[in-house]
């Protein structure tokens, strides 16, 4: 800021000062004449002067003090405790600030803590911290650190704790760990995914490199340090070269950035274009280390970079692969950014082509090009066709008679196809050639009469077995557990008569049982049945559609388990199978809805929402808009709102998931049953009694009818009329209720389930509404420990857990220990649910009491 600026801040700042914050605010938009820069230098001046730290009131010699005295973690009397944190040491520091290494007591977590050094000295800096802050705040992706808390020390200073990353650097991780090329740009394409999910919320990060990417140990990478990144549609309010030398990492920097050009997806995309650069080649594209940052902008801007493929310690590989590799970086790494990669998508999009052996988006569209992936890909089909060729010249006569043999086989298969037309015309007959289909019939009836006809196929065993199959999943899908069992098996044992074990029909009959079993809550055979269908698939040489169904399949075993991370990482491989296949409609879209529940389940529910959101728009123009498969989207959206507490934004989309499954399957069907308890378990939280309970009794007597009386869809219902019954003051009811869903859940679940912890701590409630105290608090600690193993530590249920817990203390006068679980339980909350659900306020409203217990009326003040 130049002399004139500054006295034009200083004029406007001390003419505010006089006036009421009305007035004050009117004025300074007026002063400030449209200039948002100025206005917000002035309101940051007059933040400072609030908090008793003006700038203008201190003298040099004490802005010196506090800048050479300085300790080495970066300022003057750094505290032992910052909030709910202890710091234990410093991992680093940067122009934005200083970050440590922290660990929460109370709930037994490690954080990483970022606080903005010498935050009165400038608001321009204030301003960054705090945007970057919030960009944080929008970012949910596994790839991306996540923040969990924020505020400001007793002297202003802001902070803000995130997640706590122990790793290395990109290209020491890949170094140390990796290597193959495959290897790393498999590494490489997980991290642009989160740079993909910063720019799908309109976030650029502006300083990617490799101590901003860090490698867990297990391979999950993490992106940090978003302090200049800047939303898309925010306009330049400074001059964006400042910005480019005193911030940017010149080695990543693109050249628009140096040239103090306008930033976006563009310009992180010429990034990613050097970190693959120096993956690959153990260098980077320019040598810049003897040079001023200026020097260094000349040689980004003006020079262009040596070929990958030609670069000495460059990973091994052959001379057609390294032309690849050649245009995935320097595509991205175009000096003008109309020419490179439009977005990360489109570059990983051609990694995977990379990957795939398959020709790239950015090459030229040669035919000598593609003819050559497509040998490379069909090696050995193109040798033995070659081989083939050579030899028909020698055997003509065998071919002869393998003609016919084909003919007879086609002759065969066309007598199978008429006897396959037939048993579909007696179905709808029912024998009675003279009578057509009546006006009335039912699905059910035509699978019964499906049933006896396949029974009748004997001498065509193939046929019979692929009807079997056909007519299991349908009886499946109609909620007749017992005859699709019966069905798939016939279907099992045929083709594993006729073709073998591992023959790729009996994986598709072994993965089609285990997903039934499932429904039948099975989980053990579920796992063992899949999983045996997976390899069998993959011995068999099964079509990557196939295989990628398979892996799904896993994905939806382990998420019934409750193994969310294990099956997140399960269907992002099969979504890149299917991506791989080039299947782009039904299967990849269930693939997503799939990973998007796991996501769900383990907490992530913005990610869960993204991801709904595109299954949504995909099921609506493939199926339609009354279609089952768009109803359970919209019953997950709903779901997702219901568990942060937004009640009324939920049971819109119940309701109309509910429409479009009683239109489907009918109103008795479990389905339907399911989209009830749903719909009903939220207007219970709205306290719609009247309508909610019968709607769950309707719900449970379906589910009890399909499931019998131990499945997890019965405790579902059962959960929510148990909570009915508390509102009322019905506690035998709710107690009845309550055990019985928990005794499901554990025979159910044979390894530990967050919904046993749901069933424990509801039970813990209705103790606790009778003023059984002891017992209510076992019960709560129970469940708290459930969720932090099963979920996270940070998870909604582990929040509420707490804050019930604390209640329970509070109530038994034990004051600084209920005191610590509400705290922890509301700052769990507080970051993920609204700020109007029953919980949070539950939570102000005993704290209040705890602090007036303890005589804090400053505190309790706060929450009250």
């Avoid at 007026?30 to 001046?45: H, K, N, P, W, Y």
């Avoid at 000495?312 to 970086?329: F, G, H, K, M």
């Avoid at 379906?702 to 148990?722: F, T």
């Amino acid at each position: 800021m130049d002399a004139a600026r500054w006295e034009q801040v200083q004029q406007i700042f001390h003419g505010a000062l006089e006036l009421e914050p009305p007035a004050r605010e009117r004025f300074i938009a007026s002063a400030c004449g449209g200039d948002t820069g100025l206005q917000a230098e002035v309101i940051a001046l007059i933040d400072d002067d609030r908090s008793g730290l003006p700038v203008i009131d201190r003298g040099i010699p004490d802005i010196a003090s506090a800048i050479l005295e300085a300790d080495e973690d970066g300022w003057v009397g750094v505290p032992a405790r910052i909030g709910p944190y202890r710091l234990v040491s410093r991992l680093g520091e940067g122009g934005m600030g200083v970050v440590y290494r922290a660990e929460r007591d109370d709930l037994q977590s490690i954080v990483a803590i970022k606080i903005l050094r010498h935050a009165w000295m400038s608001p321009a800096r204030r301003q960054r911290f705090t945007a970057e802050q919030r960009i944080l705040a929008q970012l949910n992706h596994p790839a991306i650190a996540r923040l969990y808390d924020a505020d400001v020390l007793p002297d202003g200073t802001p902070w803000f704790a995130m997640e706590y990353i122990d790793g290395q650097p990109l290209t020491a991780f890949c170094a140390a760990h990796l290597p193959t090329i495959a290897g790393r740009l498999t590494l490489f394409r997980s991290m642009c995914e989160g740079v993909q999910h910063a720019h799908g919320h309109l976030v650029v990060h502006r300083d990617l490199k490799p101590s901003n990417i860090l490698v867990r140990a297990d391979g999950v990478p993490k992106l940090l340090d978003f302090g200049i990144s800047k939303q898309m549609d925010d306009g330049e309010t400074s001059d964006p070269t400042v910005t480019v030398f005193r911030f940017m990492t010149p080695g990543y920097a693109a050249p628009e950035q140096v040239r103090g050009g306008r930033t976006g997806v563009h310009t992180d995309v010429y990034a990613l274009g050097v970190l693959l650069y120096e993956i690959l080649t153990g260098r980077r594209p320019f040598d810049q280390s003897p040079r001023t940052d200026a020097d260094a902008g000349a040689v980004i801007a003006d020079t262009e970079p040596v070929k990958p493929s030609l670069v000495p310690d460059r990973l091994p590989a052959s001379r057609s692969a390294w032309a690849d590799l050649n245009v995935l970086c320097l595509t991205a790494m175009r000096r003008e950014p109309e020419r490179r990669y439009p977005t990360v998508e489109a570059l990983v999009r051609d990694i995977d082509h990379f990957l795939a052996g398959e020709p790239l988006e950015a090459r030229p569209d040669s035919v000598s090009y593609r003819a050559g992936k497509f040998v490379r890909r069909h090696r050995r089909g193109l040798a033995a066709a070659a081989a083939g060729a050579a030899l028909t010249l020698g055997l003509s006569g065998y071919y002869a008679v393998s003609l016919t043999r084909a003919r007879r086989a086609a002759e065969a298969e066309a007598a199978s196809t008429r006897r396959i037309e037939q048993f579909m015309l007696r179905l709808f007959e029912g024998g009675d050639v003279t009578a057509g289909p009546a006006d009335d019939l039912r699905v059910v009836t035509l699978i019964d009469r499906g049933v006896e006809q396949a029974r009748a196929l004997e001498s065509e065993p193939i046929a019979q077995a692929d009807l079997y199959q056909t007519l299991g999943g349908i009886s499946q899908k109609l909620g007749n557990f017992h005859q699709a069992e019966d069905l798939l098996t016939k279907a099992l044992d045929r083709r594993r008569a006729l073709f073998g074990e591992t023959h790729a029909a009996s994986a598709t009959s072994l993965i089609d049982l285990g997903l039934l079993r499932i429904d039948q809550a099975q989980l053990d055979e579920a796992e063992r049945l899949v999983r045996r269908g997976l390899d069998v698939a993959r011995a068999s040489g099964s079509g990557p559609l196939e295989i990628a169904r398979a892996t799904a399949a896993l994905g939806q075993v382990l998420e019934a388990r409750g193994s969310y991370d294990a099956a997140i990482a399960t269907d992002d491989q099969a979504i890149r199978l299917y991506n791989d296949a080039h299947e782009t409609g039904a299967g990849l879209t269930a693939a997503l809805a799939q990973l998007a529940d796991s996501h769900f389940y383990a907490g992530h529910y913005d990610v869960a929402d993204e991801i709904n959101q595109r299954v949504l728009d995909a099921n609506r123009r493939i199926y339609g808009e009354h279609h089952p498969r768009v109803a359970d989207v919209l019953i997950n959206l709903g779901a997702s709102q219901s568990d942060r507490g937004r009640y009324a934004a939920a049971e819109p989309f119940y309701r109309q998931a509910l429409a479009s499954l009683t239109a489907f399957n009918g109103a008795d069907h479990f389905r339907t049953a399911s989209a009830m308890t749903m719909l009903g378990r939220t207007l219970v939280y709205e306290k719609k009694l009247d309508e909610a309970v019968p709607l769950l009794r309707h719900a449970l007597a379906i589910q009890e009818r399909v499931n019998g009386p131990v499945h997890p869809r019965v405790a579902s219902a059962l959960n929510d009329l148990g909570a009915a019954a508390l509102q009322q003051g019905r506690l035998d009811e709710a107690e009845a209720a309550f055990r019985r869903m928990l005794d499901i859940y554990k025979s159910v679940y044979t390894q530990e389930h967050y919904l046993i912890g749901i069933a424990t701590s509801n039970l813990a409630s209705v103790l606790t509404a009778r003023g059984e105290y002891a017992p209510a608090e076992a019960l709560y600690r129970d469940a708290i420990g459930i969720y932090e193993r099963t979920q996270s530590p940070g998870h909604l249920n582990t929040g509420i857990g707490r804050i019930k817990l604390g209640r329970t203390l509070l109530r038994q006068g034990r004051f600084p220990e209920a005191e610590r679980e509400l705290l922890a339980g509301y700052d769990i909350l507080r970051a993920q649910a609204s700020p109007s659900v029953s919980w949070l306020q539950s939570a102000r409203t005993d704290l209040v009491a705890v602090y007036e217990a303890l005589h804090a009326p400053e505190k309790a003040a706060q929450f009250r």
